[in-house]
């Protein structure tokens, strides 16, 4: 089983809409949580970090479920320039793991 | 200052070549890693290091070496490349304490085909 699991989408959304998605994280030993970008097979860039208690940084809001061991993305009134692919990372001892990613595509 | 640099950007091999990826950073931190990135995968780690001197294997280190004698250099070494370890190669680095906690600076990545 993968430690990290993604959907991989795509989700094809047009601008202004509202798109969210999961993953799931195998090891309950899991410390910390965070949602990359990356474009186009570019770099990965970190988004933001994902805390206990949720949290959000101007368009998008990450929460995070350790019970169920999920950790979810929204992305509110969706640009253009959204258009990535979203990567899905745990931290586990100072090893990162990575989800595949989901593909979102914002259409005009 | 470069952040994290990568050479070569793109590299060919035969089977059975040797080749070292070239991964440096300039932001003098202690945490550095090797990824590699397949499609409809994700980045997998091959190997970590938290210091000058101290490396460790990731989730797929075999057929890869690396070694870490400065701060700021972290080479990866295909010891004998074969057609399976054709993919993207990703450098990355952060500040020891920040391991977990803190952002993950990639470089731009090194695209290898082994024939």
């Known amino acids: 089983r993968k430690e990290v699991e993604q959907d991989p989408g795509p989700f094809n959304v047009p601008e202004g809409a509202t798109v969210a998605f999961n993953c799931t994280y195998s090891?309950?030993?899991?410390?910390?949580f965070f949602w990359y970008r990356q474009d186009c097979r570019k770099e990965p860039k970190l988004l933001m970090s994902?805390?206990?208690s949720g949290n959000e940084d101007g368009r998008f809001t990450a929460q995070l479920n350790r019970a169920s061991q999920y950790i979810s993305l929204l992305i509110r009134d969706s640009k253009l320039s959204d258009s990535a692919t979203y990567l899905c990372?745990?931290?586990?001892?100072?090893?990162?793991?990575f989800g595949a990613g989901t593909t979102v595509t914002v259409r005009a | 200052n470069a952040g994290v640099t990568q050479t070569p950007k793109f590299q060919v091999l035969k089977t059975g070549q040797s080749m070292t990826l070239q991964c440096a950073q300039d932001?003098?931190?202690?945490?550095m890693s090797w990824y590699r990135q397949d499609p409809g995968m994700g980045l997998r780690l091959i190997h970590y290091?938290?210091?000058?001197?101290?490396?460790d294997q990731g989730e797929v280190p075999n057929g890869y070496n690396v070694s870490r004698s400065t701060t700021e250099d972290f080479p990866l070494r295909l010891l004998s490349a074969a057609p399976s370890q054709t993919s993207v190669y990703f450098c990355?680095?952060?500040?020891?304490?920040?391991?977990?906690?803190?952002?993950?600076?990639f470089g731009p990545g090194t695209r290898l085909t082994v024939l």
């Open positions: 990372v745990v931290n586990i001892r100072y090893k990162l793991s």
């Open positions: 090891n309950s030993a899991s410390q910390s």
């Open positions: 290091s938290v210091g000058a001197g101290i490396t």
């Open positions: 932001m003098n931190h202690e945490y």
């Open positions: 994902v805390y206990s």
């Open positions: 990355a680095s952060s500040s020891y304490a920040g391991v977990g906690r803190d952002t993950q600076y």
